[in-house]
């Protein structure tokens, strides 16, 4: 099947809803075609829709470039590039539909150049800049975006935690005024909003202001706009997962300079606020979690692999920093190798392993919890060209 925007998937969501159903779809983050390949699995295996992210940071890394903060345009654009063929080419054998979003686009330019390298959908985040700056530049974003059928999702108020490299102490939650007029004026499909969840896994005691998402959604509904509405930060973090990760690094003999993540939103909590417009659930930290835990797993049961001239220059880095559970931090040294899905070496291929296994647990659980499963064919498919000329008639 073809990729397609992200407004279909929405839209399903918000007429179901309707209906008394409550369905969310996740949103998981992708820095490989490893990645890509497990999560389209489970999409397939489950018969769910798909949203797949990539962050401005992920198509860094996936250009080659280790210090993928700094990439550059150029080097966003290859990486944006390269992802969107690995994602349409593994997606084109699938029988569901798969939608390929940008995930924290901050560069107005690098939101509408990822739809010119087939993303087909984009998030624009000027949340942090003046509201007046935020409209235009999220107005130019979605003027570019509809022209081409894609999806355009914005933000209004901020979330509190790391997100893009950018750390945020407190958050500053969504005001319904600010949120009616952003709608108004840009015309995003896809809203999202700050309401108490925050980015990472630390994320302390998690307290959902649902009249927050009530109010704003209340509001868009009233005003008749096409927006649904996302949630951030928002992995589960469940315990199974996090005993599960400290026991292997317990075993490995540095949970003394392991500091536990904190639990994060339950999907209980999740699945409440659904009732409350929130279409689409962002997952990230479980998967980074996940595929961490996998990964010391590896190293427990595979001593020559800390020794191997690649894969242990990733152990030593994992040691030196053993609360860092972030991938793209201590998988650098096999970076060309996960890019490319290289499993020349028999223990990076063991360690890719990993990052399928990881993406495979979280999503087979969230899937199913989310309600996705079996409404793959209740999606009315509708590729990025039918869309631009929905979009051009209205
Ligand atoms: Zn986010």
């Known amino acids: 099947m073809k990729l397609i925007p992200l407004w279909p998937l929405m839209e399903m969501s918000r007429d179901l809803r309707a209906q008394g159903i409550n369905v969310a779809h996740g949103a998981y983050n992708m820095n490989s075609l490893v990645h890509i390949k497990a999560a389209i699995d489970v999409a397939q295996e489950l018969n769910s829709p798909l949203i797949a992210q990539g962050s401005e940071g992920a198509n860094g890394w996936y250009s080659g470039r280790p210090d993928f903060r700094n990439a550059t345009l150029d080097e966003k654009m290859k990486g944006a590039r390269k992802i969107a063929a690995d994602v349409s080419a593994y997606a084109a ?10 995930d924290h686009g901050v560069d107005p330019d690098f939101a509408i150049a990822a739809i010119e390298e087939g993303y087909t959908s984009v998030m624009y985040d000027g949340s942090s800049l003046p509201l007046e700056q935020n409209i235009a530049n999220t107005r130019r974003v979605v003027e570019a975006a509809h022209k081409k059928g894609a999806s355009v999702e914005g933000e209004i108020g901020g979330l509190a935690g790391a997100e893009e490299g950018i750390e945020h102490e407190t958050a500053k939650y969504t005001d319904p005024d600010e949120a009616e007029r952003y709608v108004a004026e840009t015309g995003v499909d896809a809203l999202a909003i700050s309401y108490g969840t925050s ?3 630390f994320k302390g005691k998690v307290n959902l202001k649902l009249e927050i998402a009530g109010e704003v959604y209340g509001r868009i509904r009233k005003n008749g706009y096409q927006c649904e509405l996302v949630s951030h930060g928002s992995s589960s973090l469940p315990e199974h997962l996090l005993s599960g990760l400290v026991e292997q690094i317990r075993a490995a003999g540095y949970a003394d300079q392991f ?3 904190d ?3 339950p ?6 606020a659904s009732r409350y417009g929130i279409s689409k659930i962002n997952v990230d930290a479980d998967i980074r979690l996940a595929t961490t835990m996998y990964v010391w797993e590896y190293f427990n049961k595979n001593a020559d692999a800390r020794k191997d001239p690649v894969t242990g220059k990733m152990w030593e880095l994992m040691i030196a920093e053993p609360s860092k559970s972030r991938p793209r931090y201590y998988m650098t040294p096999i970076q060309q190798q996960m890019i490319a899905e290289d499993r020349s070496n028999p223990h990076v291929s063991g360690i ?15 899937i199913q919890q989310l309600g996705g499963a079996g409404r793959a064919g209740e999606v009315e498919v509708r590729g990025i060209e039918d869309m631009a000329r929905e979009y051009a008639a209205a």
């Open 93 to 102: 054998q699938a029988s569901v539909p798969v939608v390929l979003h940008l």
């Open 199 to 201: 980015h990472g896994e």
């Open 259 to 261: 500091k536990r993540p």
């Open 263 to 265: 639990p994060g939103v």
């Open 267 to 272: 999907v209980e909590m999740l699945m409440k």
């Open 352 to 366: 890719l392993d990993c990052i399928a296994e990881g993406v495979k647990l979280v999503l087979r659980e969230r």
